[in-house]
């Protein structure tokens, strides 16, 4: 799993090196934001806020965290998981207007109708390649089209299933990023939902805080956050576990995971008893637990 997430980091440090994407859509690349390009700048470390490096760290058995961030009890973390990039995304289509004059895969004010699909090979009780598809919504609004660093809204809701819908999970989130005098304030909600057994299962992480970045031509590289954030886990829709946090990072999205400076303290209860576990990080994707 590990390996995977790191593909996904690396897929973002290119992504910031070469400027926005290689996709185009139609010989209008240039102009419009595509629906990949859309779906890549929610994936990018640093315009995720901290979730990105939080979800990486419940993922690691250290935490002693009561459960993982993301699905790790289900049959679809590798597909949450598994970047736009390596998906088949060319039946997706827009509405609205999906000019992007700055270039920061933002559109004006548009909505994409996102149809993936995606071949898997080791999905659980399955040998063979099983077709994964992914649609849904995605709705994406610039803050000022004249500016890559004035900031944005996402909300989109994705439905992921394979057999004829046999298997489905669903991931919904919000994003807002408002530009302020010293960088950004952000609000993100992310909500992850799928059913095994007869049980329905879902966890939601909600964060924000405030972003400075190092340089304010290139916002989205590297930067502080503050923030605090809190994760539940729902079993049949009653919250049952939650997690909550507080966050002091330097993000870097060539690291992975994407921060090299600053903490992340959880803490839980569980049993009557408080827990508390901080991973201080002490340089490029290299962090300690204490
Ligand atoms: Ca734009």
């Excluded at 576990?241 to 966050?247: A, I, R, W, Y």
């Excluded at 921060?259 to 576990?277: H, M, N, P, R």
Aim: net charge negative; proline share 3%; with cysteine.
């Amino acid at each position: 799993m590990m390996k995977k997430l790191s593909a996904l980091a690396l897929l973002a440090l290119l992504l910031a090196a070469c400027g926005t994407t290689t996709e185009s859509n139609e010989g209008s690349a240039s102009t419009q934001a595509t629906a990949v390009e859309a779906l890549q700048v929610n994936e990018q470390p640093v315009q995720s806020g901290g979730e990105g490096v939080e979800n990486q760290l419940s993922l690691d058995g250290e935490l002693g965290l009561p459960f993982g961030f993301l699905p790790t009890d289900s049959d679809f973390l590798d597909v949450f998981s598994a970047p736009v990039s390596k998906w088949d995304c060319s039946a997706s289509t827009v509405s609205g207007d999906a000019t992007d004059a700055d270039g920061d895969g933002v559109a004006v004010s548009a909505t994409y109708n996102i149809q993936c699909t995606k071949g898997f090979a080791n999905l659980p009780f399955f040998d063979d390649v099983v077709t994964v598809e992914r649609s849904g919504t995605l709705v994406m609004q610039d803050a000022d089209d004249g500016d890559p660093a004035s900031g944005y809204r996402a909300s989109g809701d994705f439905t992921y299933s394979y057999l004829d819908g046999t298997f489905s999970a669903s991931h919904s989130y919000d994003r807002s990023w408002t530009r302020t005098a010293s960088g950004y304030d952000y609000d993100h909600t992310n909500r992850w939902s799928w059913e095994a057994g007869g049980v329905s299962y879902a966890i939601e992480h909600t964060h924000g805080g405030s972003y400075t970045p190092d340089d304010t031509d290139h916002p989205f590289d590297a930067g502080w956050i503050q923030e605090n954030a809190t994760v539940t886990q729902y079993l049949n829709e009653e919250a049952v576990q939650s997690v909550t946090e507080e966050v002091n990072l330097h993000l870097n999205a060539a690291c992975d995971p994407a921060a090299d400076d600053g903490t992340v303290t959880f803490s839980w209860s569980a049993d009557g008893l408080e827990y508390t576990k901080t991973a201080t990080f002490t340089g490029c994707g290299e962090y300690d637990v204490q």
